[in-house]
Every structure is written in C-alpha cells, then in structure tokens.
C-alpha cells in the first residue's frame, strides 16, 4: 500500500474489560465500535465500510445499523483485525468505501452469546489432532517450545523473565488484569499447565473488545483525535495444524508478513520506537523478535532477559502488559493496536517518551496467520 | 477395556483419507508419494502439496520415527482423565512428514521422553473402523 494514505482516527476499548459477564459477544462488538465512533465524533450512519472477526459482518452491520458498500470477515483468528486494517487501507484507496469501522468483542471468560470450541470428526483437525487429546491453544500453541529450547539452549528461567517483564509492564497499566510484580520463581512455582509452560506463562481469559475507524489522509486532519498513519503492512498464513508447521524454532507465517511490512514501510529496525508483539504464551514474543529481524534466530531469550524490552529499555515491548497480563479475549490482536494507537497518540498509562514509529505483529490460531501493521504519527 | 466406552474425539474418515485409516486397521501406516516430483507427504489429499499434480500413489511407511518435540498435558481433555498429564508429540517419520502422536510405552515424563528418541508405531484399535497410530520407543518392544 501507499505509506501514510490511510489513518486510525477513531480508536476504543470497551468500556469495562476482564469480567463482564453482564453483556454478550455481539454487544460487546457494539460496545467498543459505539466508543470508537465517539472518539472521532461519528456515528453508525457514517459508516460505509465494516470489518470484523468472531461475529459475521453481516451481524454487526444489522446491529449497530450500518449499511457498507464494502465489508471484509476475515476470521484466521487473534491477527484477523490487523489484516482488517491492511485490507482497509486498500479498500480506501481503491475508492471501495471511505470510512472503515473494524469491531472486536469476546466474551472468552464469561462465555456469553459465543460459540464452543471444537473440531468436527471429519476436519483434519479432527482426525489427526483432536484423537491425541489436546485441550485448547495451551496444549497445542506450545508445542514448538521444546524444540526450540533444545536447539538455541533457550533456559526455563529465560522463558519465565518474558513473564516477569510484561507484569512490570502492567504495573504502570489500571486497565490491566494482573499488575503485582512477580519474579522468575514466582513463573516457575506457577502451576504446570502443558510442560515446559506453567501458568503465569499463559495468557488471561477474559471478555472486552474494541474498534478502529480508518480514513483516507486527506480527510484525517478533520478529526479531533491524533491521526496515526499507517506505514507498512503485510499478511501471510501457514498451517491448520501446529503439527504441520514447517519449523517449530520459527513461524513462516511471521518472516513473511513482517518482512513485507517492513518494506512497504520503507524503514529500518532501527527506526522502531515502540514494539507490540501478540503474546499467547511466553514464547510468542521470542519467536516474534527473532522472526521479524530484531535479533538473530536463538537471540531473542537473552535479550529479554537482560532488560531490553522492559520500562527503560531499547526496545519497549508489550507495554500494555500483553495478553500475560494485560487482557485476552480469545483474539487479542486488536488490544495490541489499540496499545500502539495510545502510544503514538501519547497517552499510554506506560508512555514511551518521543513514540514515533510502533510496530504491532498478530498471531492467528497456533502459528496459523499472522499480519503486521507498522504505524506512525509523522505526518504524511 | 471396553471399545463402546470410548469417551475420546473419533476420526471420521473423508474420501481422501479412507485410504490412511484402512491402513491403520491392518497395522501399516500409509503415506503418499507424489509420482512425478517424488514428494512423500501428510496428511493425505489428492495432489502434491509441492508441485501440485494430480497424480499420487500411497505406501507403507517404515513406521520408524524420532520424537521431534511434545507437551505433557496436566488439563486433560474430555475423555483424557484417567491419562494425565500424559504427552502430546510431534514425531518425524524416517520418510520426512510429520505426525501429531501419543508416545506409549513409556513414562510420561521429561527424563523418559528425550528430543530425537528412536521410536516406532504401534496402533491402538479405539473403535471396529478405526485404529489411532501411536508411538513407542524402539527398546521398549
Ligand atoms: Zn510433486
């Protein structure tokens, strides 16, 4: 796409997040568009295109009372609305629809309006993975870690400090659901979930949401909010099946999508003020820095864990907490944007001072998909 | 233990897999080779996922594998009670592809299940159509 021709103008949270057992899926999705479309001073009716994931478009189109000439229900899981925001930008300069509503709701905790996991017997799924007995993402998204850490020496305590780093994230965070420190032995005493992988080393289940409005660069000086360009983008998918992805020590799906994120942004490593990478599970983040060139392959655990990415570092990452102790509804992805819109707008609860350039990575299923986005707040 | 008490997730084969799931029942284990590039691959499907031509034949593996990474599973899934924490694994086959596995046979434990561990299959009838490919380790016969 071309850089900086489409911007964030609109961006929200819903209104309460982690518990909320007093709404369903689908009004959550209202909920958070309802506070995006406030932020940038619109309403519904001035909607022409809709993107969202866990809920059909269609649904909340009739919902919220908007009537798209352009809708996108791309759904590869917890990266689908970074791929809104890149199929979003081409859609508003193609001329396809000029002002783009993208929805998140979830209710992962209390499970209210939101259909059961499972695969059919028949799915490859089912027949090749389902019969081994993995129960949900912690029994499968982890299942690279052990080859990871034979090949590159990655330790146990390495592992567990992604952990401790993000809680000192949260701690600066009141929206976040965990914010006391913790400390490596606190990661490691955590209770055993899927060997190598204890508890404080998986994401939270909660329920939340939260929307975008994108406009052309042109039409973004007219909104009250801070305009946050959008730079660099790029999309990929691998496998259904963690099984058969093709290396278990890196994501397919990550070097491609960043790469081309990083050349359509036209910028270096260098350049990235601020770093959003989807964490699942305390090895997303290592697979991520490695994967979109932070640091070499079997790199990223040391970096970590001598302080890079902590308040203070080079290289601030996940600063809202992240899905180990920020929020996780299920498809996080759109918590991470929401991150690096605060950042670049100045008004993170754990600020980066002089935030110019943020780059937020998805995951979707268990290394399925993944997209990045690459943000500014430079004027085109 | 009784076949009808078989609590777990069932495969259902589909045309393309019929073939690998009948094999399973007589104790081989199919995999499929690509007649014209030579890609041998998995799952089953009706071309080549490298050159995508049409034309595929299936063969019996060796059986023969190496344990190429797992998880030990301390939240058993429905049905999975009696088991946990019982390993979940990934196994390189001596043919290349990869399979989703249980590894019997052995302690389900970080000392007994070791990265690259010789193993071979074995297969655990669960229903009269279906036998699930499983994996020992080759001194465990
Ligand atoms: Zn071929």
């Known amino acids: 796409m071309k850089r900086k021709s489409v911007a964030i103008v609109g961006a929200a949270e819903t209104t309460e997040l982690g518990v909320i057992p007093h709404m369903s899926q689908i009004q959550l999705h209202a909920d958070a568009a309802l506070n995006a479309l406030a932020d940038c001073g619109l309403t519904p009716k001035d909607i022409d295109g809709l993107a969202c994931a866990g809920a059909s478009p269609v649904e909340v189109a009739w919902y919220l009372g908007i009537t798209p000439t352009w809708v996108d229900g791309t759904a590869v899981g917890g990266c689908s609305f970074m791929m809104h925001v890149r199929h979003a930008a081409a859609a508003i300069n193609e001329g396809l629809c000029s002002t783009v509503l993208i929805t998140h709701g979830e209710s992962g905790r209390s499970g209210i309006g939101r259909a059961r996991f499972g695969f059919a017997p028949q799915s490859l799924q089912g027949q090749f993975e389902a019969p081994y007995g993995p129960f949900g993402p912690p029994t499968l998204f982890t299942l690279p870690v052990l080859r990871y850490m ?76 801070k305009p946050v360009y959008i730079l660099g983008t790029g999309e990929s998918v691998e496998s259904p099946m963690i099984s058969q992805m093709e290396d278990f020590t890196t994501s397919k799906a990550f070097r491609v999508s960043g790469k081309k994120a990083f050349e359509e942004a036209g910028i270096t490593h260098d350049d990235v003020d601020h770093l959003m990478i989807y964490d699942a599970f305390a090895h997303l983040p290592i697979f991520g820095l490695e994967d979109l060139g932070f640091v070499g392959r079997g790199e990223a655990g040391a970096f970590i864990a001598e302080g890079n990415t902590r308040p203070g570092g080079k290289l601030p990452l996940n600063t809202n907490g992240g899905g180990l102790s920020y929020t996780h509804t299920g498809m996080y992805g759109m918590f991470a944007l929401q991150e690096s819109v605060r950042q670049l707008r100045g008004t993170a609860p754990a600020q980066v001072p002089n935030c110019r350039i943020s780059v937020c990575h998805g995951v979707g299923g268990m290394f399925a998909a993944s997209a990045t986005i690459i943000l500014t707040n430079e004027e085109p | ?77 429905p049905g999975f009670e009696q088991e946990a924490p019982y390993a979940i694994a990934v196994v390189q ?17 970080p000392e007994a299940l070791q990265l690259d561990m010789p193993l071979e299959v074995t297969f655990e009838p669960i229903t009269d159509e279906i036998s699930l490919p499983k994996f020992r380790p080759v001194d465990a016969r």
């Open chain 1, 150 to 225: 034979k090949e590159y020496g990655l330790t146990e305590e390495q592992l567990a400090m992604v952990a401790v780093v993000q809680r000192e994230w949260a701690s600066m965070n009141p929206r976040a659901m965990f914010r006391d420190p913790i400390t490596v032995e606190d990661v490691l005493n955590s209770r055993m979930i899927a060997y190598p992988i204890r508890l404080l080393e998986c994401c939270l289940v909660t329920d939340g949401g939260g929307a975008l409005v994108l406009v052309s660069a042109e039409r973004a000086k007219d909104f009250p909010t």
């Open chain 2, 1 to 77: 233990m009784e076949l009808t008490e078989y609590r777990k997730p069932i495969p259902k084969p589909t045309p393309e897999t019929r073939d690998f799931w009948e094999g399973c029942k007589r104790g081989e284990l199919r995999l499929q080779r690509c007649t014209v590039c030579g890609h041998v691959f998995f799952p089953p499907r009706g071309h080549c996922p490298k050159c995508a031509a049409r034309s595929v034949e299936s063969f019996t593996a060796s059986g023969r594998a190496k344990l190429y990474s797992y998880i030990i599973n301390h939240r058993p899934a």
């Open chain 2, 93 to 109: 086959l001596e043919e290349g592809p990869r399979m989703m596995t249980n590894i019997v046979g052995c302690p389900q434990t």
